[in-house]
């Protein structure tokens, strides 16, 4: 199936159906409408199993909406998304992870009023044995550099270590495809560096595909390949960072003159 | 009512476990610190459960209040049997799970030897089960739509077929025989309605159409639409309550001035005095007291029910009634040389007399009800009353239906629509 | 055997009824919970057993109080309807056991009664949380569900709203309802009186243990994430719309059972039972006792029911009034949690005794 | 005689909206501004309508003056209310519920001891208006054209001056509001204020026509929280419309059969308003507002 | 124009900033950069009047707005008795403290992290709520900010809510100007507002700045803004001041980079 947008590079093999066969998730003419403004245009959107894949566009370029088309919090008007080969656009957000979509919130949105342990635990105890908990919450932790915080109060936490407690938490669902909306919005270099090193790992490691919005063009250079470019609601590049970085078109609409 | 295999008294049956019946047995014989239920050394103990807050505190006010005043009288002439009558008397508060809760605390706790408790039929209602139940001797003192026939109780207010009985005939002859009938929606009212309905049949009077009105409503537009739609010769009233009150403003507002006749206004809630004239113009009530009765004995008990309350706003006619049921219950404990409920009771049935402010009337033996003097007052355009006739009018009813509970010791209450035609 | 493995034994045994989500996991809570429930066994021995049936309905109450605190401590759904399921219980156990007088009608009046609040709740919630109803409106909702159902059974006085021989009666109220009971034809036991009294009570320590091992369950998880944050939980595949569904219906089922035994002790009920006088205090019960501890709604419902008996002045509703916004405004999250709190400030403040300022006691009262 | 049915039926819905659109402003202003639940709403009616009834009749002022005084009254009562109690429950609505309705018994009951059981009413003016066999009570058509006046008096005050535009502000967000200048404790203490207001004019306008009793209150609490919450969260407009939409249900059914079935009608009308309209009406103007945008 | 001095402000007990000391001249642009969560946001509003210092002073426009030298953190907070206090709002407060309305109208000028417009209210409405601060002072109106922001003219009866990001700070920014403030402090100017616009605001400050005379002071931390906004810097971190930076290390991209995020 041809996409209407040239730009598009559709590089993978199509199946019958016409949602393309390595690819594990996939629109079609995707739209929302708020009324009279169209947040989201005749989205064509894909991505392979295990990419990782940055999704950049200035302030009201439809990000956030594709985002949550995704993950269920909004109604698509008008087209569908096709996940592991299925129609899940009408399929509401819990029944989307269940089936192995994972969602970070730009804000880390945590249980800021239980323990690092209760916050772990609720996405833990859909997937493992209780026996496990103990074991597999301390494995977590490690992993995720949040050791001796167990019994922490979540909002005590730092701005970093709530990050990555959220990271943790969408892991746990052993999810394959992961989104993630500015997952480094607000952190120090370090922390950001040290977010770009897990992200790296999980997609290496585990074999997550992972869609990422961000805003630090820096940040979207150490982790993606990819990149998709969103103005005014539709795709307006794809490429490599080089590429998009160094498009004119892509520089006036949103990155600016660099100094 | 309750199936007869289970009997309230035994708390075990069929086969149960012997730890069970122990405690059980214990228990029935009453607790380790408090509670007894033997009649001690205490002095006399009389309940009185009426409600100085909630809704109905405008009523149950002055019922407290005479109730007291018997007592006080009662008291200074020596007591009963030589021993002062102590009150207990917490405030209901109009709460019906209240008074549940009271009568229980009345009857365990404070070991009354007699209760008077409740303005409305639905308090009535909500603690018969515990006053049948442990046959405690109770005395209602409302006004109500009749028919109650249980053994340990005794219903001093007028009953439906009384006041109507008297006002409803009156109307008919003065005014014509076309009615209508609007009236609190709930068991009270729809009974008033049918015996307005009954009354009308033997008097050879219509009823055009009724209208049910649910309590808490406060908006008559339509409802005096409708009355001015089928224009009829009087209007017979047996609204309920404080909203319901606006009505008669209504009334008066829009110039409706078809006379109404009623069992339930001015005598129990004061309504020619609370509403501005003259929204109760033509006011004709059937009723067994009023202060404003000019006899004797009646002028007599509302000083002296001023001077002890100086402040009360109205002396009504269930306030007239707990008074000379208090004194009618000291009088027939007299009699009987005790206190036990039994023997007072059996004392009542033997057909006591009692001189009341409405004048002196008499115990009905068989239905545990009074017969009244019943009078119809009239209000005039300043709210006047006078009162136009008086009657001696009998508790017939339960007669009829063959409530005797000299002979049968029943807990029933009679309805008229199963035993007359007319509904 | 040696203390050790005893010790364990009981840290064993209270395992399930234990976690972050109940407060109160403490040797002295279990503790002063045995002597709590000690008191209220040998209540009716010290008192009698007239005491025993007039405070029964304490604990009646401190059920329904339960059935409240756990859909919204637990869950964050305020209904202010519990009352709603409360009364048609009792409506239904008095239709039942009058038409069917035996001990079979009783029973299955018990069952009926529980089982049509259930069901009730169940649509009403299905109505409610599959429609996207959320927030202070599913409050609204619910209260005007109950408003609907004092107005309707307000006006059922005529004969033709009986049910069989049992009649609705309106205003006046259901009458002549029976006493708890259990058996079938004509073999059973009665429960009335002191009977009646440790039935509420088995009632209320079953639920109350029942709850507890609930909310520290995988479930009560899910309830305390829902609560906490709707939105994020669904995104861990958590049905939270089946979460508030299925909490909302429990809790109107022991609202049912607590009608149940609310009919039987006063052998009444009457449409003002789903008034928003009554339709409100089971909010104020987990209010002052603290929406988040089970414990805490479950003393506070006695202690307000309780303490609104002995005032019998007509300054009672003032001081009951008062009492209410002054615990509010005080102690904001009820009085259980405050004392958790303050519990813990004082092991704290053990803990480090370098910081031992006095605490000023003369402070609060300008 | 269809003409006049058809009057009595307007009749009825111009009362029926008059009492409605009156129950709720005030209840619709602190709600929906201030996030307060006021379970004592009623009570701040109470106020309004016992202060008018009080000055008329022991101070023998004209009844419009006493009607200022009632809505004074109640004005001030609101203030030292919100100084004492209420600025401590703003963010705490369902605490805020709590509260009130302890407000509310400790009011009732205060009422009942200072006031006794009742006050003598005062009469209703204008008499009725009369057409055919019927009549009408001219002073309650008239209170649809108070609700209306007061609707579009808030419509200006809110939207067309400056403390309106501060007040809305404060609401939105507190903080930028106070860096703007707003003291804002003040503007919260304004916008309950004037909801007391609104309370007490409605007590004030009815005073003549309903008894004078300390729960006269319930009278309009329930009408008033079902009218906020389908009226949804625009306030002005929305109290507008489910006055409308409310007050018309209440009158066909009322005409139709009777004031149960009124009542059962109206209660029904609002639940299931809630569940297909969880944002209101206001909710449903904007989506159509929004959707005929689209078509443009 | 603004002098801090050993400014102290805790959350409850948790001491968020320490012994600040800052000061700004009269017609002066004064960055202060520092990562996320060092405090930035708690001094503006601070120095704002919207939190509550435990300690130190701070004088504006030669008057003492806070003084809370001699005022103990922990008098009111601490304790049972202390908690009940707190709860029933019997706290006090010690020393000097002009409200943020109050400071407000004595010309500081605020804009908010994110953007804080009043979403609900029309950008005229929201203009507005500048203007009323100032109401007698006609220096800059309508008509000014619209010559700054022309977009917001071809907006203006529209709801704030439905602006874009750049849209919204621009609006909030003129919101602040039309009270014709003497400092305006911003927070985080460039927070989710895209490159290219950030560029734009930039500019439009030090306009403001030079048409106006407007004292500026600002936290951030995009490289971009500090170097070119400031004349001169204070870099913060953990709650203190770390190190002051003039005119010429401001240019060295690697003495701005070690305090900042990028």
């Known amino acids: 199936m041809a996409t209407s947008d040239p730009t598009v590079k559709t590089t993978a093999a199509v199946d019958e159906t016409g949602v393309e066969t390595d690819t594990i998730l996939q629109t079609r003419g995707l739209r929302k409408q708020f009324g009279g403004l169209t947040a989201t245009d005749d989205v064509d959107f894909g991505i392979d199993e295990g990419e990782l894949r940055c999704l950049i566009g200035p302030n009201g370029a439809g990000k956030s909406t594709f985002l949550k088309l995704l993950t269920g919090r909004l109604e698509p008007t008008a087209g569908s998304i096709y996940y592991d080969g299925d129609e899940i656009g009408h399929l509401p957000s819990h029944e989307r992870v269940s089936r192995g979509i994972s969602m970070k919130f730009q804000v880390p949105s945590i249980y800021p009023d239980l323990s690092v342990r209760e916050n772990l635990r609720i996405p833990l105890q859909r997937i493992a044995d209780p026996d496990t908990f103990e074991q597999r919450t301390r494995e977590t932790l490690e992993r995720f550099h949040l050791e001796g915080t167990a019994d922490e109060t979540a909002a005590n936490l730092s701005h970093g270590q709530q990050q990555r407690l959220e990271i943790a938490m969408a892991m746990t669902l052993e999810p394959t495809l992961m989104l993630l909306d500015e997952p480094v919005a607000g952190l120090s270099v370090e922390e950001t560096a040290e977010v770009a090193d897990l992200l790296r790992t999980i997609n290496a490691e585990d074999d997550v595909a992972f869609v990422v919005i961000e805003h630090d063009i820096d940040f979207v250079e150490t982790i993606a390949d990819q990149v998709t470019v969103l103005h005014d609601g539709a795709i307006f590049r794809e490429g490599s960072i080089e590429d998009v970085r160094n498009d004119p078109a892509v520089k006036r609409i949103y990155l600016g003159e660099e100094e | 009512m309750s199936y007869p295999s289970i009997s309230r008294r035994r708390v075990l049956a069929g086969g149960t476990a012997g730890a069970l019946a122990a405690l059980g047995g214990c228990l029935e014989e009453g607790g380790v610190v408090g509670g007894g239920n033997g009649n001690g050394d205490d002095g006399p103990t009389i309940g009185i459960l009426e409600d100085r807050s909630g809704e109905f505190a405008l009523n149950g006010t002055s019922k407290w209040q005479s109730s007291l005043l018997a007592v006080e009288e009662i008291n200074e002439n020596g007591g009963v049997l030589g021993e002062e009558i102590e009150v207990y008397d917490p405030d209901p508060q109009s709460d019906n799970q209240r008074y549940q809760e009271l009568t229980r605390e009345a009857i365990n706790s404070e070991d009354v030897d007699a209760l008077w408790a409740g303005y409305s039929s639905a308090t009535r209602e909500a603690i018969r089960p515990i006053i049948n139940d442990e046959e405690q001797l109770y005395f209602y003192t409302t006004q109500y739509e009749g028919g109650v026939c249980d053994r340990t109780t005794f219903a001093m207010g007028a009953t439906a077929r009384q006041q109507l009985g008297a006002v409803i005939p009156y109307m008919i002859e003065e005014y014509g025989p076309r009615i209508y009938t609007i009236a609190a929606d709930y068991n009270f009212g729809q009974i008033s309605g049918d015996w307005v309905r009954i009354l009308a049949e033997e008097h050879g009077a219509e009823v055009l159409d009724e209208e049910y009105i649910p309590l808490g409503e406060t908006d008559f537009g339509s409802t005096i639409n409708n009355i001015q739609g089928e224009d009829p010769d009087f209007i017979a009233s047996m609204l309920v309550g404080d909203s319901h009150t606006n009505f008669y403003e209504q009334r008066a507002d829009t110039g409706l001035d078809i006379p109404m006749a009623s069992s339930t206004t001015m005598a129990q809630g004061y309504e020619h005095l609370r509403v501005e004239p003259p929204a109760l113009e033509d006011m004709y009530v059937g009723v067994n007291y009023m202060q404003e009765i000019e006899t004797e004995s009646s002028q007599e008990f509302v000083d002296s029910f001023y001077e002890m309350f100086p402040d009360a706003d109205y002396l009504n006619q269930e306030a007239q009634n707990n008074y000379f049921s208090v004194h009618m219950w000291a009088d027939a404990v007299e009699r009987a040389g005790t206190f036990d409920q039994e023997e007072v009771i059996a004392e009542l049935e033997s057909g006591i007399e009692v001189d009341a402010p409405e004048g002196t009337i008499e115990l009905d033996p068989a239905t545990h009800h009074m017969t009244h003097h019943m009078r119809i007052g009239h209000a005039d355009e300043n709210h006047e009353v006078t009162f136009d006739e008086e009657q001696y009018i009998e508790p017939s009813f339960l007669h009829e239906v063959g409530c005797d509970l000299t002979s049968e010791s029943e807990q029933t209450q009679y309805e008229p629509e199963e035993f007359y035609d007319a509904i | ?366 | ?296 | ?262």
Request: proline share 3%; hydrophobic share 50%; net charge negative.
């Open chain 4, 1 to 296: 005689m269809a003409l006049y049915e058809l009057l009595n039926l307007t009749f009825q819905f111009l009362d029926s909206f008059a009492f409605i659109v009156l129950a709720t402003v005030g209840l619709a202003i602190i709600f929906g501004m201030m996030g307060i639940i006021n379970l004592a709403h009623g009570e701040f009616i109470l106020v309004g309508a016992y202060a008018t009834t009080l000055s008329f009749n022991l101070l023998g002022v004209p009844l419009v003056l006493a009607m200022l005084v009632g809505i004074i009254a109640t004005t001030v009562y609101g203030i030292i209310l919100e100084r004492l109690i209420i600025h401590r429950l703003y963010g705490r609505l369902l605490d805020s519920m709590v509260v009130t309705f302890g407000i509310s018994l400790v009011m009732i009951q205060l009422t009942r001891i200072v006031f006794g059981n009742s006050l003598d009413q005062i009469g209703t003016p204008f008499g009725g208006i009369s057409y055919g066999v019927y009549s009408y009570s001219a002073y309650r058509i008239m209170l649809a054209g108070a609700a209306i006046l007061t609707l579009a008096a808030l419509y200006v005050v809110f939207t067309r001056t400056t403390f309106g535009i501060k007040a809305r502000a404060t609401i939105q967000d507190e903080e930028t509001a106070r860096s703007m200048g707003v003291d804002t404790d003040r503007m919260y203490l304004s916008t309950f204020a004037i909801g007391s207001a609104l309370a007490g004019l409605t007590g004030a306008l009815y005073a003549p026509t309903i008894t004078m009793s300390p729960d006269l209150g319930a009278n309009f609490l329930v009408e008033a929280f079902v009218a906020v919450v389908v009226g949804g969260p625009s306030v002005l407009i929305g109290t507008s419309l489910a006055g409308g939409f409310l007050g018309t249900i209440d009158a066909i059914f009322t005409y139709v059969g009777g004031t149960f079935i009124g009542q059962v009608a109206l209660l029904t009308a609002a639940i299931f308003a809630i569940r297909f309209l969880p944002d209101g009406i206001t909710g449903l103007l904007e989506d159509i507002r929004a959707k005929r945008r689209e078509a443009q």
């Open chain 5, 1 to 262: 124009m603004l002098e801090i001095e050993s400014l102290g402000v805790s959350y409850g007990k948790t001491p968020i900033l320490r012994d600040i000391d800052i000061t700004v001249d009269d017609g002066e642009i004064v960055g202060i950069m520092g990562k996320n969560g060092v405090g930035k946001t708690t001094l503006v509003k601070a120095v704002m009047g919207l939190l509550e210092a435990s300690d130190g002073r701070i004088v504006f426009d030669g008057d003492v707005v806070v003084d809370a030298t001699e005022a103990s953190a922990d008098d009111a907070s601490n304790g049972v008795t202390g908690h009940l206090a707190t709860a029933l709002g019997l706290g006090s407060t010690a020393g000097t403290w002009v409200s943020a309305d109050e400071r407000a109208r004595r010309g500081m000028g605020y804009i908010p992290q994110g953007r804080d417009v009043f979403p609900e209210l029309t950008v005229r409405e929201n203009l507005k709520m500048g203007e009323s601060i100032n109401e007698d002072d006609d220096e800059v109106r309508y008509e000014d900010v619209y010559d700054y922001f022309p977009i917001l003219e071809e907006r203006r009866s529209q709801e704030a809510g439905t602006l874009s990001g750049g849209q919204q700070q621009m609006l909030a920014i003129g919101r602040a100007l039309i009270g014709n403030p003497d400092l305006l402090l911003l927070d985080e100017p460039s927070e989710g507002v895209q490159p290219s616009i950030v560029q734009d605001i930039t500019r439009d400050l030090q306009q403001v700045n030079r048409d106006l005379g407007t004292t500026i002071l600002f936290v951030e931390q995009n490289l971009h803004v500090v170097q070119h906004l400031a004349e001169r810097c204070y870099a913060i971190d953990k709650g203190t001041i770390v190190d002051e930076l003039g005119p010429d290390r401001m240019q060295e991209r690697e003495a701005v980079t070690e305090y900042l995020a990028v």
């Open chain 3, 1 to 366: 055997m040696s203390s050790d493995s005893s010790a364990s034994l009981a840290a064993r045994l209270r395992a399930p009824f234990e976690g972050p989500n109940t407060i109160g996991n403490s040797n002295g809570f279990w503790a002063s919970f045995g002597v709590a429930v000690l008191l209220l066994a040998i209540y009716p021995v010290l008192f009698g057993p007239y005491a025993a049936a007039t405070s029964s309905v304490f604990l009646v109450y401190a059920l329904l109080g339960v059935s409240l605190c756990f859909i919204w401590g637990f869950c964050g759904i305020l209904s202010f309807g519990q009352v709603a399921f409360f009364g048609v219980a009792g409506y239904t156990f008095g239709i039942v056991a009058i038409n069917l007088s035996s001990y079979t009608g009783v029973t299955l009046g018990i069952v009926a009664g529980i089982a049509v609040a259930t069901l009730f709740a169940a649509l009403l919630g299905y109505f409610m949380f599959y429609g996207g109803v959320r927030d202070v409106y599913v409050t609204i909702i619910t209260l005007v569900v109950a408003l609907v159902l004092h107005t309707f059974l307000g006006q059922t006085a005529g004969s033709e709203w009986a049910v069989g021989e049992a009649a609705l009666g309106g205003f006046n109220g259901m009458v002549g309802i029976p006493d708890l009971g259990v058996g079938v034809g004509d073999v059973g036991i009665t429960l009335d009186g002191a009977m009646h009294y440790y039935a509420a009570l088995a009632a209320l320590i079953a639920t109350y243990l029942g709850l507890r091992v609930l909310v520290n369950s995988q479930f009560g998880y899910a309830m305390v994430a829902t609560r906490e944050d709707e939105a994020r939980t669904e995104m861990f595949g958590y049905n939270t719309t089946f979460i508030k569904f299925v909490t909302f219906t429990i809790g109107g089922a022991l609202a049912g059972l607590s009608g149940v035994l609310f009919v039987t002790w006063g052998n009444y009920i009457d449409p003002s039972e789903f008034a928003i006088t009554a339709a409100a205090m089971p909010v104020i019960w987990a209010s002052i006792g603290g929406r988040e501890s089970i414990f805490g709604t479950i003393a506070a419902a006695i202690a307000i029911q309780w303490l609104e008996l002995q005032l019998t002045g007509e300054w009672a509703l003032v001081i009951v009034g008062s009492l209410l916004i002054i615990v509010m405004l005080a102690i904001p999250k009820g009085i259980a949690p405050g004392i958790r709190d303050l519990i813990v400030a004082l092991q704290t403040r053990r803990q480090e005794p370098a910081s031992d300022s006095p605490a000023p006691t003369e402070e609060v009262s300008d």
